[in-house]
C-alpha cells in the first residue's frame, strides 16, 4: 500500500529505516500501477523516475485470469514517465488484530494535531456551493500541498465517524498500514452508528453531499491535479487501504467514496476518449491535404496534443485498474449488503459512461453472478443496472451471451419474495422482449402470464405491460395523429378485444377478468375505455362469438368502466397508494360522464338481448352503480330512462337466481333517490311491480292453502315469487304491502302439518324476517307507542318460535337459515337495544329462555364442529364446495360467538365452543380466537372458569366412553394436554396480573380431580385424578411462591384421601414435578456450563416482553423451542457471555420450561433472540428470595393465602425490577467477503 509522505521527507526517503524495510519498496512494477488481486488489496503506486527500474517479480502472476481488465494492454506499454511524482514507499495493509470489547489505546506520545479542517463540517451542512468548496480547498492545497492534502485526508477519516486525526508526524513517519491500525484502534465502538447511517436530520442529507463533493473534486481537478500523481494516487491508496478494514464504518465509507471516484474516473476517461477521437480526425483531414494546404506546424502541435491525450488517457485508465482491483473485486461480494448494493450500482453506471470499455463479459458477469444474491437491495441495483443497458437498443448485440447465460435466473425473478424484486425483473424482461426479438421462448413467456392475475397491483400491472407488448401491440396497428393523441382504428380495437378474449378464456389461469383489466389498465387504458367498440362487439347480431365470449365480454365492459368510475383496483389486490391526484379525479369525472353518456341509450338494448341469460344480466345491471344518474335529467335522457324500466321489470319477473334478484333490486334502489326529478317515475314503476308481485303471491297462496296437493310447476312458481319479493323487501320498505301476516300463515302451516316445499319455507322465512326490521325502524322513532311496541314483540317472539321449531327439520338448508334469522334477531333484539338513550325500547328487550339456548347450543354441535376434512387444491369442483360449506359453516359459529360477547346468551355456553379450539383450529381458530380474547376482557375470573369448564366436560365425555383405566395415554387425552396449552398460552405474558386467575385454576382443577373417589376397599386411584395432568400444563404461569402454597393445598386434599397408597399415583407425581422448584445451572451441571448446545443469546427487555400480545404468543409452536434467527454475517465475534436459551422438560416432557444459564437475583428469566417469541418468567430459589419464603408461613386458611399471594407479588415486582438485561455494544467488526453468497461458480464465460 502506498505511503503518505509529505514532502519535506523525501530527500530522506532512501535511507528511511521504514522506506528500507518495506518489503513492497523493493517489488515496485515499471509499468504505471500493478495491482495485486490477493485479499490485501495491496496497491503499487507509480514511483519516480530512479525506481523505474526495478521490476516486481510476481505481481503480473498474481492477477487472476478470471477477473482481468480491459486497461491491461494499456498498462504494459512504455510510456512517457512524469517528473512531478513523489517517491512512495509501500506496504502491505495490516489486517485489524482481533480484539476484544475493549479499544486499545496506543501510541501515547504527544503527536502534533493538523490544522482545524472544516471540510467535513461543510460536506455536513451542506449550505454552500460544492463547487466554490472545492475551489477554496485547491487554493489551500496550492499553497501548502502537505496540509491540504492532510484535510482531505482526515475528511475521509470523519467521515468514517472515526475520531481519530491523521497527523503530520503520523504522515511523515508512518506507512498507510500504521496509520490504519493506529485509526482502527481510536475508533470510537460504543455505538453502531457512522455519518452514512447515523439517524437524525443532520445526517439525513449527508451521502448525498459526500458524493457529490468526491464527484465534484474530481471533476475540478481533471485538468490539473489529476495527472500530478502525488494527491490522486495517494487518496486512492488510502481508500484501498480502509476499504480493506474489518471495521464496517472504514469499509462501508471507504467503499462508497472509491467507487464515487471511479465513476468520476470514467468519466474523464470517456471525455477523453471523445477528445483523443476528434483529435485523431483533425490528424487525418490535416494529413490528407495536398502538399501546398498543409501546415506543418498543426500538424505538429495535434501529433503534441494526441501523445498528451494518449498519456493522460493511460494514467486515467491506471487509476480506474487500481480502484477496480483493489476495491470493486473484492467488496462486491462484502458481508454488508449495502456494500455490495454500491459496487453493483457503480458498475452499472460505468457500463452507461463508458459502454466501450465496460460493457463486455469480463464486466457484466459481476452483475451476473449478483443476481443470486440473497439480499433485496442488491438483486434490486443488479435489476436497475441491466434495466439501463437493456434499455438501449444499440448495445443489445453485446449482451447477447450474458442474456442466453443469465436469461434463466432473469426469468426466476418475476416469482421473487420481494414485491419490488419482482416487478424490476418483470419490466427487465419487458426491455429484452422489446429489444431482443426472439431472445425470449414461448416456455419463458408462459411462466410469466399467471402473474398478471397476482395480489400486488404493481406486479400484476408490470406483468400487463409484458403482456400487452407481447401479445396484443404487435397485432394491433397503431396511428399517431398530432402529438399528444393516439387512436386505433375500430378494425385494431376489434383485434385487440378478440385477442384478449382469447388469452383469458384459452389460459383458463383466472375466473374473474376484473383483475386482468386492471393489470392492463396503465399501459392498455386507453383501449380498455373505448366503450363504443365494446358494446358494439356486443350488440352485432352477426357476430361470431360464443357463449363464454360474450359473458366474458360482458364482464371486461364492466370491469373497464367500474375502474374509469372508482378508480381503484378490485377487492383483494393490494395498492401502496393513499389516495388520487387531481389531475387523476378530474380524469375519473370526465371518464364518468362519458361512459355515463355512452351507456344511458345503449343498456336497455343490452338488457333486451340479454334478458334471457342470468349470467350476463346481473353484471349489466351493475353499471347503474357507475352511472352519474343526474345525467337523466340534465341531457334529458328520460325516454332511456323509461325504456331501462321497463327492461328492469322484465327481468325480475323473468328471474329467479338471486345474483339477478339482488342486483335488479339494488338497481331499482339507486334510481328511487328521492332527490332526483324523475323520482315519482320510478317510484310509480316500482309500485306498479310489487303490486304485480304482491297479487301473484296472494293467488297462489290461497291455492296452496286450500290444496292438498301441488305439482312441480305451483311450487316453482310460488316460489320464485316469494325470492322476487324477497329480495325487493331486502332494499326497499314494502311494508305498506303487509307481506306478514300470509307469510307468517304459510310458515304456521309448514311447522303444523309439514306439507308445505321446503322451495317455499326458505324464502318464506327471509320475507317474515325483513318485515320485522322494516317494522323495527318504523317505531326506532321517539313517538312510537306503546301498542306498536308490543305488537312487534309478539310478532318477533312469534317468528323466534317458528324458527325455534325449524331447527328440528329434516331439511338441512331450513335449519341453517333458521339459525342465521334467529340469530340476528336475538343479537338485535338483545339487551344492547337500549344503548344509546333508547330506554323507550326497552319493551322490545327479549332474552331466550333455557330451552332455546340449549337447542342453539345443540345445533352448533351437529352442524359446524363435525369432522374436520382436508381440503384439496381448490381447482374441482368438489373442492369449491367443500370451500362454499366451510363458508357458510363459519357464519354459523360467528353467530353463535356474537350472542355469547353480548349478553345473549349465558357466558357458560363459550364452553361447547373453547373445547374446541384446538381440534378445528385450522377452520375456526380465527373466530375462537376473537371470541375468547373479547371474554377475557368481559371478564376476567369468569373466562377462566369457562375454560376450565372446557377441560372438565372434555375429560367427563373421555372418561365415560374409555373408562378411567390408561386414560392419559390415549389420543384424545393427548389432544387434551394440547388444548389445555393453548388456553395456558392465552394469558399471555403478563404474568402478575393472571396471578390471581392462574391460582383459581389451580385450586378448582384439584377439587374437581378429587371430588369422586374410588369405590370402598379398591386400591385403584381416583377416576378423574389424570386431569392433574392436564392442570400441569398451567403450572409454567405460577410463580414460585404460588407452585408452594398449591403443592400445600394438594397434600391437604390427599390427606382426606383414605384410599392414598404408600408412594404416590402417576398423575400427582406429574403435577408435584410441574409445580416443583426449578434447579439450579451449577446444581444441575456441576461443570457451570449450560446444558443447552445452542447459542447463547440476549433477548429484549422486560418491560418488551410482557408488552407481546397474547395474540402473538398463540401463533407460537406449541411443541418446538423458539428457532435461532438467521445471522446474515459469516462469523459472529461474540464479545461478551450472553444469555444462554433452554428447554427443560417436565412431567414426562409435557411442559416447556426455558431457564437461562445464570440467575439475576434469585430469578430465571427467559431471553429469546427474537421479539416475535414471548417469554415466561420463571422464579428459583435464588438465595435473597429463598430466604424471604422462609419466613413466610403457610396457612391453609383461603384468606391466609391469599395475603401470602399479596405479599409474594410484592416481592416480585420489587425483585423483577432489578432484573432487566444490560446494554450491550454492537459489535462492528465482522468478515468483509462472503463467500457464499453467490450461488452461481465464477467462472469465466467471456466470449473467446
Same mark, same amino acid.
Given at each position: 500500500?502506498?505511503?503518505?509522505?509529505?514532502?519535506?521527507?523525501?530527500?530522506?526517503?532512501?535511507?528511511?529505516?521504514?522506506?528500507?524495510?518495506?518489503? !513492497?519498496?523493493?517489488?515496485?512494477?515499471?509499468?504505471?500501477?500493478?495491482?495485486?488481486?490477493?485479499?490485501?488489496?495491496?496497491?503499487?503506486?507509480?514511483?519516480?523516475?530512479?525506481?523505474?527500474?526495478?521490476?516486481?517479480?510476481?505481481?503480473?502472476?498474481?492477477?487472476?485470469?478470471?477477473?482481468?481488465?480491459?486497461?491491461?494492454?494499456?498498462?504494459?506499454?512504455?510510456?512517457?514517465?512524469?517528473?512531478?511524482?513523489?517517491?512512495?514507499?509501500?506496504?502491505?495493509?495490516?489486517?485489524?488484530?482481533?480484539?476484544?470489547?475493549?479499544?486499545?489505546?496506543?501510541?501515547?506520545?504527544?503527536?502534533?494535531?493538523?490544522?482545524?479542517?472544516?471540510?467535513?463540517?461543510?460536506?455536513?451542512?451542506?449550505?454552500?456551493?460544492?463547487?466554490?468548496?472545492?475551489?477554496?480547498?485547491?487554493?489551500?492545497?496550492?499553497?501548502?500541498?502537505?496540509?491540504?492534502?492532510?484535510?482531505?485526508?482526515?475528511?475521509?477519516?470523519?467521515?468514517?465517524?472515526?475520531?481519530?486525526?491523521?497527523?503530520?508526524?503520523?504522515?511523515?513517519?508512518?506507512?498507510?498500514?500504521?496509520?490504519?491500525?493506529?485509526?482502527?484502534?481510536?475508533?470510537?465502538?460504543?455505538?453502531?452508528?457512522?455519518?452514512?447511517?447515523?439517524?437524525?436530520?443532520?445526517?439525513?442529507?449527508?451521502?448525498?453531499?459526500?458524493?457529490?463533493?468526491?464527484?465534484?473534486?474530481?471533476?475540478?481537478?481533471?485538468?490539473?491535479?489529476?495527472?500530478?500523481?502525488?494527491?490522486?494516487?495517494?487518496?486512492?491508496?488510502?481508500?484501498?487501504?480502509?476499504?480493506?478494514?474489518?471495521?464496517?464504518?472504514?469499509?462501508?465509507?471507504?467503499?462508497?467514496?472509491?467507487?464515487?471516484?471511479?465513476?468520476?474516473?470514467?468519466?474523464?476517461?470517456?471525455?477523453?476518449?471523445?477528445?483523443?477521437?476528434?483529435?485523431?480526425?483533425?490528424?487525418?483531414?490535416?494529413?490528407?491535404?495536398?502538399?501546398?494546404?498543409?501546415?506543418?506546424?498543426?500538424?505538429?502541435?495535434?501529433?503534441?496534443?494526441?501523445?498528451?491525450?494518449?498519456?493522460?488517457?493511460?494514467?486515467?485508465?491506471?487509476?480506474?485498474?487500481?480502484?477496480?482491483?483493489?476495491?470493486?473485486?473484492?467488496?462486491?461480494?462484502?458481508?454488508?449488503?449495502?456494500?455490495?448494493?454500491?459496487?453493483?450500482?457503480?458498475?452499472?453506471?460505468?457500463?452507461?459512461?463508458?459502454?466501450?470499455?465496460?460493457?463486455?463479459?469480463?464486466?457484466?458477469?459481476?452483475?451476473?453472478?449478483?443476481?443470486?444474491?440473497?439480499?433485496?437491495?442488491?438483486?434490486?441495483?443488479?435489476?436497475?443496472?441491466?434495466?439501463?443497458?437493456?434499455?438501449?437498443?444499440?448495445?443489445?448485440?453485446?449482451?447477447?451471451?450474458?442474456?442466453?447465460?443469465?436469461?434463466?435466473?432473469?426469468?426466476?425473478?418475476?416469482?421473487?419474495?420481494?414485491?419490488?424484486?419482482?416487478?424490476?425483473?418483470?419490466?427487465?424482461?419487458?426491455?429484452?422482449?422489446?429489444?431482443?426479438?426472439?431472445?425470449?421462448?414461448?416456455?419463458?413467456?408462459?411462466?410469466?402470464? *399467471?402473474?398478471?392475475?397476482?395480489?400486488?397491483?404493481?406486479?400484476?400491472?408490470?406483468?400487463?405491460?409484458?403482456?400487452?407488448?407481447?401479445?396484443?401491440?404487435?397485432?394491433?396497428?397503431?396511428?399517431?395523429?398530432?402529438?399528444?393523441?393516439?387512436?386505433?382504428?375500430?378494425?385494431?380495437?376489434?383485434?385487440?378485444?378478440?385477442?384478449?378474449?382469447?388469452?383469458?378464456?384459452?389460459?383458463?389461469?383466472?375466473?374473474?377478468?376484473?383483475?386482468?383489466?386492471?393489470?392492463?389498465?396503465?399501459?392498455?387504458?386507453?383501449?380498455?375505455?373505448?366503450?363504443?367498440?365494446?358494446?358494439?362487439?356486443?350488440?352485432?347480431?352477426?357476430?361470431?362469438?360464443?357463449?363464454?365470449?360474450?359473458?366474458?365480454?360482458?364482464?371486461?365492459?364492466?370491469?373497464?368502466?367500474?375502474?374509469?368510475?372508482?378508480?381503484?383496483?378490485?377487492?383483494?389486490?393490494?395498492?401502496?397508494?393513499?389516495?388520487?391526484?387531481?389531475?387523476?379525479?378530474?380524469?375519473?369525472?370526465?371518464?364518468?360522464?362519458?361512459?355515463?353518456?355512452?351507456?344511458?341509450?345503449?343498456?336497455?338494448?343490452?338488457?333486451?338481448?340479454?334478458?334471457?341469460?342470468?349470467?350476463?344480466?346481473?353484471?349489466?345491471?351493475?353499471?347503474?352503480?357507475?352511472?352519474?344518474?343526474?345525467?337523466?335529467?340534465?341531457?334529458?335522457?328520460?325516454?332511456?330512462?323509461?325504456?331501462?324500466?321497463?327492461?328492469?321489470?322484465?327481468?325480475?319477473?323473468?328471474?329467479?337466481?338471486?345474483?339477478?334478484?339482488?342486483?335488479?333490486?339494488?338497481?331499482?334502489?339507486?334510481?328511487?333517490?328521492?332527490?332526483?326529478?324523475?323520482?315519482?317515475?320510478?317510484?310509480?314503476?316500482?309500485?306498479?311491480?310489487?303490486?304485480? !308481485?304482491?297479487?301473484?303471491?296472494?293467488?297462489?297462496?290461497?291455492?296452496?292453502?286450500?290444496?292438498?296437493?301441488?305439482?312441480?310447476?305451483?311450487?316453482?312458481?310460488?316460489?320464485?315469487?316469494?325470492?322476487?319479493?324477497?329480495?325487493?323487501?331486502?332494499?326497499?320498505?314494502?311494508?305498506?304491502?303487509?307481506?306478514?301476516?300470509?307469510?307468517?300463515?304459510?310458515?304456521?302451516?309448514?311447522?303444523?302439518?309439514?306439507?308445505?316445499?321446503?322451495?317455499?319455507?326458505?324464502?318464506?322465512?327471509?320475507?317474515?324476517?325483513?318485515?320485522?326490521?322494516?317494522?323495527?325502524?318504523?317505531?326506532?322513532?321517539?313517538?312510537?307507542?306503546?301498542?306498536?311496541?308490543?305488537?312487534?314483540?309478539?310478532?318477533?317472539?312469534?317468528?323466534?318460535?317458528?324458527?325455534?321449531?325449524?331447527?328440528?327439520?329434516?331439511?338441512?338448508?331450513?335449519?341453517?337459515?333458521?339459525?342465521?334469522?334467529?340469530?340476528?334477531?336475538?343479537?338485535?333484539?338483545?339487551?344492547?337495544?337500549?344503548?344509546?338513550?333508547?330506554?323507550?325500547?326497552?319493551?322490545?328487550?327479549?332474552?331466550?329462555?333455557?330451552?332455546?339456548?340449549?337447542?342453539?347450543?345443540?345445533?352448533?354441535?351437529?352442524?359446524?364442529?363435525?369432522?374436520?376434512?382436508?381440503?384439496?387444491?381448490?381447482?374441482?369442483?368438489?373442492?369449491?364446495?367443500?370451500?362454499?360449506?366451510?363458508?357458510?359453516?363459519?357464519?354459523?359459529?360467528?353467530?353463535?360467538?356474537?350472542?355469547?360477547?353480548?349478553?345473549?346468551?349465558?357466558?357458560?355456553?363459550?364452553?361447547?365452543?373453547?373445547?374446541?379450539?384446538?381440534?378445528?383450529?385450522?377452520?375456526?381458530?380465527?373466530?375462537?380466537?376473537?371470541?375468547?380474547?373479547?371474554?377475557?376482557?368481559?371478564?376476567?375470573?369468569?373466562?377462566?372458569?369457562?375454560?376450565?369448564?372446557?377441560?372438565?366436560?372434555?375429560?367427563?365425555?373421555?372418561?365415560?366412553?374409555?373408562?378411567?383405566?390408561?386414560?392419559?395415554?390415549?389420543?384424545?387425552?393427548?389432544?387434551?394436554?394440547?388444548?389445555?396449552?393453548?388456553?395456558?398460552?392465552?394469558?399471555?405474558?403478563?404474568?402478575?396480573?393472571?396471578?390471581?386467575?392462574?391460582?383459581?385454576?389451580?385450586?378448582?382443577?384439584?377439587?374437581?380431580?378429587?371430588?369422586?373417589?374410588?369405590?370402598?376397599?379398591?386400591?385403584?386411584?381416583?377416576?378423574?385424578?389424570?386431569?392433574?395432568?392436564?392442570?400441569?400444563?398451567?403450572?409454567?404461569?405460577?410463580?414460585?411462591?404460588?407452585?408452594?402454597?398449591?403443592?400445600?393445598?394438594?397434600?391437604?386434599?390427599?390427606?382426606?384421601?383414605?384410599?392414598?397408597?404408600?408412594?404416590?399415583?402417576?398423575?400427582?407425581?406429574?403435577?408435584?414435578?410441574?409445580?416443583?422448584?426449578?434447579?439450579?445451572?451449577?446444581?444441575?451441571?456441576?461443570?457451570?456450563?449450560?446444558?443447552?448446545?445452542?447459542?447463547?443469546?440476549?433477548?429484549?427487555?422486560?418491560?418488551?416482553?410482557?408488552?407481546?400480545?397474547?395474540?402473538?404468543?398463540?401463533?407460537?409452536?406449541?411443541?418446538?423451542?423458539?428457532?435461532?434467527?438467521?445471522?446474515?454475517?459469516?462469523?459472529?465475534?461474540?464479545?461478551?457471555?450472553?444469555?444462554?436459551?433452554?428447554?427443560?422438560?417436565?412431567?414426562?416432557?409435557?411442559?416447556?420450561?426455558?431457564?437461562?444459564?445464570?440467575?439475576?437475583?434469585?430469578?430465571?428469566?427467559?431471553?429469546?433472540?427474537? *421479539?416475535?417469541?414471548?417469554?415466561?418468567?420463571?422464579?428459583?430459589?435464588?438465595?435473597?428470595?429463598?430466604?424471604?419464603?422462609?419466613?413466610?408461613?403457610?396457612?391453609?386458611?383461603?384468606?391466609?393465602?391469599?395475603?401470602?399471594?399479596?405479599?409474594?407479588?410484592?416481592?416480585?415486582?420489587?425483585?423483577?425490577?432489578?432484573?432487566? *438485561?444490560?446494554?450491550?455494544?454492537?459489535?462492528?467488526?465482522?468478515?468483509?467477503?462472503?463467500?457464499?453468497?453467490?450461488?452461481?461458480?465464477?467462472?469465466?464465460?467471456?466470449?473467446?
Amino acid at each position: 500500500m502506498a505511503t503518505l509522505r509529505s514532502s519535506s521527507s523525501q530527500s530522506h526517503s532512501s535511507s528511511s529505516p521504514s522506506s528500507g524495510s518495506s518489503p !513492497l519498496r523493493r517489488a515496485v512494477g515499471t509499468g504505471p500501477r500493478s495491482m495485486s488481486a490477493s485479499s490485501s488489496s495491496s496497491v503499487a503506486v507509480p514511483c519516480d523516475d530512479r525506481d523505474s527500474d526495478q521490476t516486481s517479480e510476481g505481481d503480473s502472476e498474481s492477477l487472476s485470469a478470471g477477473e482481468g481488465s480491459d486497461f491491461e494492454d494499456n498498462l504494459r506499454r512504455n510510456v512517457k514517465k512524469r517528473a512531478a511524482k513523489r517517491p512512495l514507499k509501500t506496504s502491505p495493509v495490516a489486517k485489524r488484530p482481533k480484539k476484544g470489547s475493549q479499544m486499545v489505546r496506543a501510541h501515547g506520545q504527544k503527536e502534533s494535531e493538523p490544522p482545524a479542517s472544516d471540510l467535513f463540517d461543510a460536506v455536513k451542512a451542506a449550505k454552500s456551493d460544492m463547487q466554490s468548496l472545492v475551489d477554496e480547498w485547491l487554493d489551500s492545497y496550492k499553497q501548502d500541498q502537505d496540509a491540504g492534502f492532510l484535510e482531505l485526508i482526515n475528511f475521509f477519516i470523519r467521515s468514517c465517524g472515526c475520531k481519530g486525526t491523521v497527523t503530520s508526524e503520523m504522515f511523515k513517519k508512518m506507512s498507510n498500514s500504521e496509520i490504519i491500525q493506529h485509526l482502527t484502534e481510536q475508533f470510537n465502538e460504543d455505538s453502531g452508528d457512522y455519518p452514512l447511517i447515523a439517524p437524525g436530520p443532520s445526517w439525513k442529507k449527508f451521502q448525498g453531499s459526500f458524493c457529490e463533493f468526491v464527484r465534484t473534486l474530481v471533476y475540478r481537478c481533471q485538468y490539473s491535479l489529476l495527472y500530478d500523481g502525488f494527491p490522486i494516487d495517494n487518496l486512492i491508496s488510502l481508500l484501498t487501504g480502509l476499504s480493506d478494514s474489518q471495521v464496517r464504518a472504514f469499509r462501508h465509507t471507504s467503499t462508497l467514496a472509491a467507487m464515487k471516484l471511479m465513476t468520476s474516473l470514467v468519466r474523464v476517461a470517456f471525455q477523453l476518449s471523445l477528445h483523443k477521437d476528434n483529435n485523431q480526425r483533425q490528424y487525418e483531414t490535416e494529413r490528407n491535404k495536398g502538399p501546398g494546404q498543409r501546415a506543418p506546424e498543426r500538424l505538429e502541435s495535434l501529433l503534441e496534443k494526441h501523445k498528451e491525450l494518449k498519456e493522460h488517457q493511460e494514467e486515467i485508465e491506471g487509476m480506474m485498474n487500481a480502484l477496480f482491483r483493489g476495491v470493486f473485486v473484492h467488496r462486491y461480494r462484502d458481508v454488508l449488503p449495502e456494500i455490495r448494493a454500491i459496487c453493483i450500482e457503480e458498475i452499472g453506471s460505468w457500463m452507461q459512461s463508458y459502454s466501450t470499455s465496460f460493457l463486455t463479459d469480463s464486466y457484466l458477469k459481476y452483475i451476473g453472478w449478483t443476481l443470486h444474491d440473497k439480499h433485496r437491495d442488491v438483486r434490486l441495483k443488479c435489476l436497475k443496472a441491466l434495466k439501463g443497458l437493456y434499455g438501449n437498443r444499440d448495445w443489445t448485440a453485446r449482451l447477447e451471451l450474458f442474456t442466453s447465460r443469465f436469461k434463466d435466473r432473469l426469468v426466476s425473478m418475476v416469482m421473487d419474495r420481494e414485491y419490488d424484486v419482482a416487478v424490476e425483473a418483470v419490466r427487465l424482461l419487458t426491455l429484452i422482449l422489446k429489444n431482443m426479438e426472439g431472445m425470449l421462448t414461448e416456455a419463458d413467456c408462459e411462466s410469466i402470464y *399467471p402473474v398478471v392475475y397476482a395480489s400486488n397491483r404493481a406486479l400484476a400491472s408490470a406483468v400487463g405491460e409484458f403482456l400487452y407488448w407481447k401479445l396484443f401491440c404487435p397485432e394491433c396497428e397503431t396511428r399517431t395523429v398530432g402529438e399528444r393523441e393516439r387512436r386505433r382504428s375500430p378494425r385494431s380495437q376489434r383485434t385487440f378485444f378478440h385477442l384478449l378474449l382469447s388469452f383469458f378464456v384459452e389460459s383458463e389461469l383466472h375466473y374473474h377478468a376484473a383483475y386482468l383489466v386492471d393489470s392492463l389498465w396503465d399501459c392498455a387504458g386507453p383501449q380498455l375505455k373505448d366503450w363504443e367498440s365494446l358494446t358494439s362487439l356486443l350488440l352485432e347480431k352477426d357476430q361470431n362469438l360464443g357463449d363464454v365470449q360474450e359473458s366474458t365480454l360482458t364482464e371486461i365492459l364492466v370491469s373497464s368502466v367500474r375502474q374509469a368510475s372508482e378508480g381503484h383496483p378490485p377487492v383483494g389486490r393490494v395498492t401502496g397508494r393513499k389516495g388520487l391526484t387531481p389531475k387523476e379525479r378530474k380524469i375519473q369525472a370526465d371518464d364518468k360522464v362519458k361512459l355515463t353518456e355512452h351507456l344511458i341509450p345503449l343498456l336497455p338494448q343490452l338488457l333486451a338481448k340479454f334478458s334471457a341469460d342470468a349470467e350476463k344480466v346481473a353484471p349489466l345491471l351493475q353499471l347503474l352503480s357507475y352511472f352519474d344518474l343526474n345525467i337523466y335529467c340534465t341531457r334529458r335522457l328520460e325516454k332511456h330512462l323509461e325504456l331501462l324500466l321497463q327492461q328492469l321489470q322484465e327481468v325480475v319477473v323473468k328471474h329467479a337466481e338471486p345474483a339477478v334478484l339482488e342486483a335488479g333490486a339494488h338497481a331499482l334502489y339507486l334510481l328511487c333517490n328521492p332527490e332526483f326529478t324523475f323520482f315519482s317515475r320510478v317510484d310509480f314503476a316500482r309500485s306498479q311491480l310489487v303490486d304485480l !308481485l304482491t297479487d301473484r303471491f296472494q293467488q297462489e297462496l290461497e291455492e296452496l292453502l286450500q290444496s292438498s296437493f301441488l305439482d312441480e310447476d305451483e311450487v316453482y312458481s310460488l316460489a320464485a315469487t316469494l325470492k322476487r319479493l324477497s329480495a325487493l323487501y331486502n332494499a326497499h320498505d314494502l311494508t305498506r304491502w303487509e307481506l306478514y301476516e300470509p307469510c307468517y300463515r304459510l310458515l304456521r302451516k309448514a311447522v303444523d302439518t309439514g306439507e308445505v316445499p321446503h322451495q317455499v319455507i326458505l324464502p318464506a322465512l327471509t320475507l317474515v324476517y325483513f318485515s320485522i326490521l322494516w317494522t323495527l325502524t318504523h317505531v326506532s322513532g321517539s313517538g312510537a307507542s306503546q301498542k306498536q311496541l308490543l305488537n312487534l314483540k309478539g310478532r318477533m317472539v312469534a317468528f323466534c318460535e317458528l324458527c325455534q321449531n325449524c331447527l328440528s327439520d329434516v331439511d338441512p338448508e331450513i335449519q341453517e337459515q333458521a339459525f342465521v334469522l334467529l340469530s340476528d334477531l336475538l343479537l338485535i333484539f338483545g339487551p344492547q337495544m337500549i344503548v344509546g338513550g333508547r330506554e323507550f325500547l326497552r319493551p322490545l328487550v327479549f332474552i331466550p329462555e333455557a330451552t332455546l339456548q340449549s337447542e342453539l347450543a345443540s345445533f352448533l354441535m351437529d352442524h359446524v364442529f363435525i369432522q374436520p376434512g382436508g381440503l384439496g387444491s381448490g381447482h374441482s369442483q368438489e373442492d369449491h364446495l367443500q370451500i362454499e360449506q366451510l363458508h357458510q359453516r363459519r357464519r354459523l359459529l360467528a353467530g353463535f360467538c356474537k350472542l355469547l360477547l353480548y349478553g345473549v346468551l349465558e357466558m357458560d355456553a363459550a364452553s361447547d365452543v373453547f373445547k374446541h379450539y384446538n381440534k378445528f383450529y385450522n377452520d375456526y381458530g380465527d373466530i375462537i380466537k376473537e371470541t375468547l380474547t373479547r371474554a377475557r376482557q368481559i371478564d376476567r375470573s369468569h373466562c377462566s372458569r369457562i375454560l376450565l369448564l372446557s377441560l372438565k366436560q372434555l375429560y367427563t365425555e373421555l372418561l365415560q366412553e374409555q373408562g378411567p383405566q390408561g386414560l392419559n395415554e390415549l389420543p384424545a387425552f393427548i389432544e387434551m394436554r394440547d388444548l389445555a396449552r393453548r388456553f395456558a398460552l392465552s394469558f399471555g405474558p403478563q404474568q402478575l396480573q393472571n396471578r390471581d386467575l392462574v391460582v383459581m385454576l389451580h385450586k378448582e382443577g384439584i377439587r374437581f380431580s378429587l371430588s369422586e373417589l374410588p369405590p370402598a376397599g379398591s386400591s385403584s386411584q381416583p377416576p378423574n385424578l389424570a386431569f392433574l395432568e392436564l392442570l400441569s400444563e398451567f403450572s409454567p404461569r405460577l410463580f414460585h411462591q404460588d407452585k408452594q402454597l398449591l403443592l400445600s393445598y394438594l397434600e391437604k386434599c390427599l390427606q382426606r384421601v383414605s384410599q392414598a397408597p404408600g408412594r404416590p399415583w402417576g398423575p400427582v407425581t406429574t403435577y408435584c414435578q410441574s409445580l416443583s422448584p426449578v434447579e439450579s445451572t451449577a446444581e444441575a451441571n456441576p461443570q457451570g456450563y449450560p446444558r443447552s448446545k445452542k447459542r447463547r443469546i440476549e433477548g429484549p427487555s422486560r418491560r418488551h416482553r410482557e408488552d407481546i400480545s397474547a395474540s402473538q404468543e398463540e401463533s407460537l409452536q406449541l411443541n418446538s423451542i423458539p428457532p435461532t434467527p438467521t445471522l446474515t454475517s459469516t462469523a459472529v465475534k461474540s464479545r461478551q457471555p450472553l444469555g444462554g436459551l433452554e428447554e427443560m422438560e417436565e412431567g414426562g416432557g409435557s411442559e416447556l420450561a426455558f431457564t437461562q444459564g445464570q440467575p439475576l437475583l434469585g430469578a430465571q428469566r427467559l431471553r429469546s433472540s427474537s *421479539p416475535q417469541h414471548f417469554q415466561t418468567p420463571l422464579n428459583s430459589l435464588g438465595p435473597g428470595l429463598g430466604s424471604r419464603l422462609t419466613r413466610l408461613s403457610l396457612m391453609e386458611e383461603d384468606v391466609e393465602e391469599l395475603e401470602i399471594q399479596n405479599d409474594s407479588s410484592e416481592e416480585w415486582q420489587g425483585t423483577g425490577k432489578q432484573s432487566s *438485561p444490560s446494554e450491550h455494544g454492537l459489535d462492528l467488526l465482522d468478515f468483509t467477503e462472503l463467500n457464499t453468497e453467490v450461488s452461481v461458480p465464477k467462472t469465466d464465460w467471456k466470449a473467446g
